[in-house]
């Protein structure tokens, strides 16, 4: 499968936990994205990467929300001290830099339940 | 401030028929739109997208139009069939922020009645 893959699919979490998602996206790409989406909503942006670099982040992604790239191939994303308002779909998503009109592929999602 | 809108949560077309999916967009700099589709516990499915040079843009059953001095585009999808029910969100990017995040609508529940 050469698609963007996310794990895990689900979690579910107690409040105050501290979770860690992880990011494979396509092999050749070298821009990867970090997208939230709740219910009734379309996927709203956290950050961005191109190779390891982040190179922007939204006034979504709180302090207690960090990215990494360090390789510049996966990802991992970690929310510290979970709030039930954290419960949302993540979703990554990855490109190519070289055609700035390139679309972005997405994974299937974590899903993050905080109860 | 939302600035990409679609406006009808819902849309119900019978088999065979055309269906149209609208979105307004209200950020001039936006330069480049996409179409994604949804379906149930997946991640969106890149459909089909429209630079802001041109004005349509087709990919079999699908056709992108956009009118530029609206801010408005729109999908349509010609026959429309079961599977293609879905949620359909429109997103936007800009050249000007060298395209590091797509704007997306809250998207068009899609159905398809066979």
């Known amino acids: 499968d050469t698609g963007v893959s996310q794990n895990p699919r689900h979690k579910i979490t107690k409040r105050g936990q501290n979770v860690t998602f992880r990011c494979d996206p396509i092999?050749?790409?070298?821009?990867l994205y970090w997208y939230r989406q709740t219910l009734g909503q379309g996927p709203e942006f956290l950050t961005y990467?191109?190779?390891?670099?982040?190179?922007?982040k939204s006034r979504l992604l709180s302090d207690r929300f960090s990215a990494e790239r360090p390789k510049g191939s996966f990802s991992t994303l970690e929310i510290q001290r979970t709030e039930q308002g954290d419960s949302a779909m993540y979703l990554c998503?990855?490109?190519?830099?070289?055609?700035?009109?390139?679309?972005?592929?997405f994974g299937q999602g974590t899903r993050l339940t905080v109860v | 401030d939302q600035q990409v809108k679609q406006n009808s949560p819902s849309l119900s077309v019978q088999e065979g028929r055309i269906s149209i999916l609208n979105c307004d967009y209200t950020n001039s700099m936006f330069d480049y739109f996409l179409w994604y589709k949804k379906y149930p516990a997946e991640g969106p499915t890149f459909l089909i997208s429209i630079s802001s040079i041109k004005d349509k843009n087709e990919d079999g059953r699908f056709t992108v139009f956009l009118n530029k001095s609206a801010k408005h585009l729109s999908l349509h999808i010609v026959p429309s069939q079961p599977g293609d029910s879905a949620v359909y969100f429109c997103a936007a990017s800009a050249k000007d922020t060298g395209r590091r995040a797509l704007t997306f609508g809250s998207g068009t529940r899609l159905q398809v009645q066979p």
């Open positions: 092999s050749e790409h070298n821009r």
């Open positions: 990467f191109q190779n390891e670099a982040q190179l922007e």
């Open positions: 998503a990855s490109s190519l830099r070289d055609n700035l009109n390139t679309e972005a592929f």
